[in-house]
């Protein structure tokens, strides 16, 4: 499998999809790739307006996108397709339209036959087992938690340390936490923005100058560096 998991589009202050363009175009190659884009995490803009966006990115690296909801049938689309990108956004509309149009198995054959695989904050979540470490507000039923489960931990993108001062919620290491207590043999990854997991040739690698925090039930959390091999996570019982 070859798979490009992006914690976050868009770093403070920079345009969007900015800081990932050059692993974009390094993970898809020299030769100019067309790869259907999954737009369905927009809530509150059009999937037409996404796709220009994306495009106008990728096109800056050599690479160009289509929406899936373009095409007349999306599962052929998705057999077809040159690369899998998916947009961020709403995990738990991504998933409902996903069960819905009854992609999740036609993404996942595609995606473990080699077809690259691109998902930036929900569409990281979406290659984990369940979108149950996912930050966004429940907005609608996905009908069922199952993703199409490209790896076998979880990831939790936009992971923070902290909460911001006077803020008296519960933290992000807090809610994992719980997330572990009742999922023993799960790892979580927590995604700093700004970093990538990439998984090519088998190896699992991050990308990015931050730490990725690990965590797993009746484990202290390890901070892990980009000089470090995060293959162990693939292991896990993992068959593709």
């Given at each position: ?62 690479h160009h996108i289509k929406g899936i909801h ?171």
């Open positions: 499998m070859k798979l490009l998991l992006i914690s976050n589009s868009t770093m403070s202050g920079e345009p969007y999809l900015d800081y990932p363009k050059y692993e974009i175009q390094k993970f898809l190659g020299e030769k100019p790739v067309t790869a259907v884009f999954i737009p369905y995490a927009a809530v509150t803009f059009s999937f037409d307006a996404y796709c220009e966006k994306v495009e106008e990115r990728f096109a800056e690296v050599g373009t095409f007349a049938d999306p599962v052929k689309a998705i057999e077809d397709a040159e690369a899998i990108v998916v947009g961020g956004g709403n995990t738990w509309q991504l998933v409902r339209m996903l069960h819905d149009r009854k992609l999740m198995n036609p993404i996942r054959e595609k995606t473990f036959v080699g077809t690259p695989y691109i998902g930036w904050s929900a569409g990281a979540n979406i290659a984990c087992p369940t979108l149950r470490t996912t930050n966004d507000m429940p907005i609608i039923d996905p009908r069922g938690f199952e993703c199409i489960g490209l790896v076998p931990f979880q990831i939790n993108p936009h992971y923070l340390d902290a909460n911001a001062v006077g803020h008296a919620g519960e933290t992000r290491e807090q809610r994992i936490e719980e997330f572990i207590e009742l999922n023993h043999e799960v790892y979580v990854a927590g995604l700093r923005e700004g970093t990538i997991l990439k998984l090519e040739n088998e190896r699992l690698e991050l990308i990015g100058d931050r730490m990725c925090r690990i965590f797993k039930h009746g484990e202290k959390p390890v901070e892990l560096s980009s000089a470090d091999d995060f293959s162990f996570l693939m292991e896990n019982g993992f068959v593709p």
